[in-house]
């Protein structure tokens, strides 16, 4: 089972311990800020501003470190800051780190480690041929990835690991920031237990998932549209508070394809990424014409069942969900999700094709922010 544990709440930041049943091992977290709520539910915010909301969003974690004693012993000089290219890239974790910490001068790392699939589906690693790899002694590591399937970070960690073993440079820990789901605590558990074999004072694995741990969509996913083995979706996922509350208005947010899409094409190519989720909605609306209600969408995407009890049993099982978050915000979500429950919206939504329109307009909306970078 996994659950969120409330530990603090400010303006820019709600954190939680997520107990997984997945990885004991690790110290897991669940980090929901304005920035990342942003962006993740906002697609069409791409490129420069994509990365710098999402550097703005580690730093601040980094200031609320949730290990304050092992945090007083970290150093500059014992820092190394691993890239994998090119989506960690997005995560901007060295210049948090100095606007957090004041570290100047850690040691940066560059690797490449690209997934593909072979004609069986099956995922494997295309290109790690690139190594840039700079690891201080008795050494906290830090990394942001997006992670799906986990194969490219389970081969680059293991590089890593294999790398400080046979240049004799202790790590002592490992921080990771991740858009993803719980394929990656499968590859940081191997990482953590080569860390505990290699060198005994191995300390800790920091784990901390971005507004949730996603779903990964995979053949049982009862999707009409998507990405095996790409997508992170919003359900069945276990999301912050926070994160879950704006799904609901406007009622497409919850309708899009991936929380996240392809990060490094959002970044470092805005125009391909745009083509890409204006294609999803294209192809929504197409359903819609051929029949598809909102009704039917929204059960694919957001269905969120327990919103249509009452507000005793609502709590119930968010209680279970999410401990020590206050009645507050439980309100608040029941109260945001009464339009879905009212009778207009049930009808209208319920009524064949009605997802043609929300679909038509998502897509229009995309369109017009999508210049061709190669004609005048």
């Known amino acids: ?47 420069v501003e994509f990365t ?11 200031r609320n470190f949730p290990d304050p004693v092992e945090r007083n012993r970290m150093r500059e000089e014992g820092t190394g800051v691993v890239n994998f290219l090119r989506s960690g890239l997005n995560f901007g974790i060295r210049d ?3 606007d957090a910490w004041g570290f100047n001068a850690q040691l940066t790392s560059f690797i490449t480690s690209q997934r593909a699939r072979d004609q069986f589906g099956r ?12 690891l201080p002694y008795d050494s906290t590591i830090f990394i942001g990835e997006i992670v799906a399937t986990g194969v490219t970070m389970n081969n680059g960690l293991q590089i890593v690991g294999r790398m400080a073993k046979n240049l004799g440079r202790p790590i002592r820990n490992l921080v990771f920031f991740t858009i993803g789901c719980h394929k990656i605590e499968k590859a940081l558990s191997d990482f953590h237990h080569l860390m505990r074999q290699t060198f005994p004072k191995y300390n800790a694995t920091y784990l901390f998932y971005l507004e949730g741990k996603f779903h990964l969509a995979d053949s049982r996913t009862k999707a009409a549209i998507k ?15 926070e994160f ?7 009622a497409r947010t919850a309708l899009e394809r991936c929380v996240i899409y392809d990060g490094g094409a959002r ?44 507000f005793q049993r609502f709590a119930q099982e968010k209680n279970k969900q999410w401990r020590g978050v206050g009645e507050k915000i439980l309100e608040d979500l ?43």
């Open 1 to 47: 089972m996994n659950a969120l544990s409330h530990i603090l709440s400010e303006p820019d930041l709600s954190l939680y311990r997520l107990e997984s049943t997945w990885a004991p091992d690790l110290l897991t977290f669940c980090a929901s800020t304005p920035l990342t709520r942003r962006i993740l539910n906002r697609p069409e915010i791409a490129g």
């Open 52 to 62: 710098r909301n999402l550097q703005e969003a580690v730093t601040t974690i980094l």
């Open 96 to 98: 948090a780190l100095y």
């Open 123 to 134: 995922w494997f690693i295309r290109d790690d041929a690139y190594r840039k790899i700079e």
């Open 227 to 241: 990405v095996q083995g790409t997508d992170l979706m919003r359900t069945p996922a276990l999301l912050a508070p």
């Open 244 to 250: 879950e509350l704006e799904q609901f208005e406007p």
């Open 267 to 310: 970044a470092f190519n805005p125009h391909a990424h745009f083509l890409e989720v204006a294609s999803y909605w294209r192809e929504m609306a197409a359903l819609g014409e051929r029949g598809m209600s909102l009704s039917e969408a929204l059960a694919e995407r957001w269905p969120c069942p327990e919103y249509f009890l009452d």
């Open 334 to 376: 029941y109260q945001a999700a009464g339009e879905r429950r009212s009778r207009a919206f049930k009808l209208a939504a319920d009524e064949p094709g009605s997802l043609t329109e929300p679909a038509r307009a998502r897509l229009q909306s995309l369109e017009a922010r999508t210049p061709d970078p190669g004609h005048p």
